[in-house]
């Protein structure tokens, strides 16, 4: 008689109590369920390899039923046929997953993110890396980079466009070739994904910053600003917006530590300025020189009294320790009547950029030096604090008079 082979069911598994000592309940074909002391039910297979005796783990029940387990002995014994160790198979799949999490794209990313930050101002790192997390880590953070397609970064970069944000798509794209081309250079991908998705993507339209650049608006706004009924901090940072024209956050920032009014000068931070921290650090030292204007330094000097006992120049109207909002200069363009549409808080540079070159006729490179643009100063560095600051000191000093003249409504032919 051909010997009976016997099977555990489920309700033997599941009712099967602990003892004294750990003990085995046999499924037949090397499959047994070892009760433990404490409790504990593991599946267990005993075979031979190579004429030695070993044993795989199959899990813990209930995680892992009965035929969850049979199953799992069916395919080991599969492999058995094959010649194949299921131990040291076992091994290499959790090696090769461990190298998998290792070599996944958001590792990758955080990796070259980290090297990459001390050359950028703090806050670009910032939004750099929550860009990444809101944007792409959600779907395709844990892929292997080395087995991530074109199309799947494309699929990931629709997501960006379908809520309409074709900017931040443009911008995560080339974010995503950094990082390809980082895992390249590292030895852990082979080549960038994202050069196969060129025109891929919708374009953004250009967005200008709305700017008042007729003489006629502009000396309007001038006077408007002198009129202004709120705040005397908010008041002051409209007259000092067109004199400085430096960004809407460097100005919100400035502080009365930056300000050598011997030297009439503001000595704005770099890590402030949208700039490459390597290129500050190596070329210009630690700040970006603002040359002031009398007109810039009397505004100053009325607005010391009220806010000197403040870090800030502009302090934030609710607390002292704060600076003032991202919005009180747009709002306040608002409450005067300025609409979004001509006029924004940036608009201060694009209104000085236009009307230096146009209506003082100044060198365009004088100009793009004080809007700390990149340019090829005569050294032959980049973003040069000094390059040219005897002719900026002069530049500073006729465009506050030009918009002295434009606000009294008096003709004057600029030299």
Not at 63 to 76: G, I, M
Not at 96 to 102: G, M, R, T, V
């Amino acid at each position: 008689m051909p010997k009976r082979i016997i099977c555990l069911s489920d309700a033997q598994v599941r009712t099967a109590k602990p003892a004294d000592k750990e003990y085995k309940l046999a499924d037949g074909g090397g499959l047994y369920l070892l009760v433990t002391s404490a409790g504990g039910k593991l599946w267990r297979f005993d075979y031979r390899y190579a004429d030695k005796r070993k044993t795989s783990s199959f899990g813990a029940y209930p995680q892992v039923t009965l035929s969850d387990a049979r199953r799992l002995r069916d395919e080991t014994k599969k492999m058995l046929a094959n010649n194949i160790d299921p131990g040291a198979n076992k091994k290499a799949q959790k090696a090769a997953k461990s190298s998998d999490l290792a070599n996944s794209f958001e590792v990758i990313a955080r990796e070259w993110h980290g090297i990459k930050k001390d050359e950028w101002s703090e806050s670009h790192a910032t939004k750099m890396l929550q860009r990444f997390e809101m944007n792409i880590f959600p779907w395709m953070g844990a892929r292997p980079i080395s087995e991530i397609e074109p199309p799947e970064v494309l699929e990931v970069l629709r997501r960006m466009e379908s809520r309409g944000a074709l900017e931040t798509a443009k911008k995560m794209k080339y974010a995503c070739g950094q990082v390809f081309r980082y895992a390249v250079a590292s030895g852990r991908a082979t080549r960038d994904q994202t050069a196969d998705l060129k025109d891929a993507l919708k374009t953004p339209l250009t967005k200008n910053m709305a700017a008042l650049t007729a003489p006629k608006e502009v000396a309007e706004l001038l006077r408007a600003s002198d009129r202004y009924s709120g705040t005397f901090v908010v008041k002051c940072a409209l007259r000092l917006a067109p004199l400085f024209f430096c960004r809407p956050g460097e100005l919100r920032h400035t502080e009365w530590s930056e300000i050598d009014f011997e030297k009439a000068e503001l000595n704005v931070p770099f890590d402030r300025l949208k700039m490459r921290k390597t290129e500050k650090l190596k070329n210009m030292g630690k700040f970006f020189l603002i040359p002031l204007s009398r007109q810039s330094l009397a505004i100053l000097n009325e607005l010391r009294p009220l806010t000197r006992h403040s870090k800030y120049v502009f302090p934030g109207h609710r607390s002292p320790v704060r600076c003032m909002s991202e919005n009180a200069v747009v709002l306040a363009l608002r409450k005067m009547g300025f609409r979004k549409d001509e006029m924004t808080g940036h608009g201060f540079r694009a209104m000085a950029r236009t009307m230096i070159r146009e209506q003082l006729h100044l060198d365009a490179e004088y100009i793009e030096i004080q809007l700390a643009h990149k340019t090829k100063a005569p050294n032959g560095t980049a973003y040069d604090r000094v390059s040219f600051l005897p002719e900026r000191r002069q530049m500073m000093q006729t465009w506050a008079d030009y918009l002295d003249s434009l606000k009294e409504g008096v003709s004057v032919r600029p030299r």
